[in-house]
T-cell receptor, first 113, second 108 residues
Framework: DAGVIQSPRHEVTEMGQEVTLRCKPI?????LFWYRQTMMRGLELLIY????????DSGMPEDRFSAKMPNASFSTLKIQPSEPRDSAVYFC???????????FGPGTRLTVT | DQQVKQNSPSLSVQEGRISILNCDYT??????FLWYKKYPAEGPTFLIS?????DKNEDGRFTVFLNKSAKHLSLHIVPSQPGDSAVYFC???????FGAGTRLTVKP
């Protein structure tokens, strides 16, 4: 199994541009999570899906952020328009159960200038 | 509000000694906790878990202790090895809240 796959690994963009982060979860996992890691706030849950349906998006910082899961093998996190304060590492994780261990992807380092 | 807190941003220990990483939580309803280890440029990886029905769980060199009355858990690594140098996160899985992490450095 290749594990959770994220792309791109690095993204540098200018303020105001649209950014799309991608994630392929582990096959068979029903839960998918998006996290953001910053120095100030550590690892924050943004949103999670169960069977492709968003369950809790209370961590999404504002309307500029949106996430979709069109099928069991693909999810996107979109930021439009991006701002410098969105610079962080974004992780995707998947699991077979919401309360047990999650398997994280390698992350996408986003830099907004 | 930070319902899961790791108050020590960093810890440095000598190889072969014990490393103790601490984590506090505020919500008494939390009943399942996990520890993750994270190396630079990689995602966190699961290390060990504990349910509130237990007060201790061991896996090789790693032991997690849970004190429900104090709302406190700790991760013990004995003996510590240089390869254990990483950032350690505790998490309460009821609502996927993570602590800010503690950077452990094990010196040879």
């Amino acid at each position: 199994d290749a594990g959770v796959i994220q792309s791109p690994r690095h993204e540098v963009t200018e303020m105001g541009q649209e950014v799309t982060l991608r994630c392929k979860p582990i096959s068979g996992h029903d839960y998918l999570f998006w996290y953001r890691q910053t120095m100030m706030r550590g690892l924050e849950l943004l949103i999670y899906f169960n069977n492709n349906v968003p369950i809790d998006d209370s961590g999404m910082p504002e309307d500029r952020f949106s996430a979709k899961m069109p099928n069991a093998s693909f999810s996107t996190l979109k930021i439009q328009p991006s701002e410098p304060r969105d610079s962080a590492v974004y992780f995707c994780a998947s699991s077979g159960h919401p309360y047990y261990e999650q398997y994280f992807g390698p992350g996408t380092r986003l830099t907004v200038t | 509000d930070q319902q899961v807190k790791q108050n020590s941003p960093s810890l440095s220990v000598q190889e072969g000694r014990i490393s103790i990483l601490n984590c506090d939580y505020t919500n008494s309803m939390f009943d399942y906790f996990l520890w993750y280890k994270k190396y630079p440029a990689e995602g966190p990886t699961f290390l060990i878990s504990i349910s509130s029905i237990k007060d201790k769980n061991e896996d090789g060199r790693f032991t997690v202790f849970l004190n429900k009355s104090a709302k406190h858990l700790s991760l013990h690594i004995v003996p510590s090895q240089p390869g254990d140098s990483a950032v350690y996160f505790c998490a309460a899985t009821n609502d996927m809240r993570f602590g800010a992490g503690t950077r452990l450095t094990v010196k040879p």
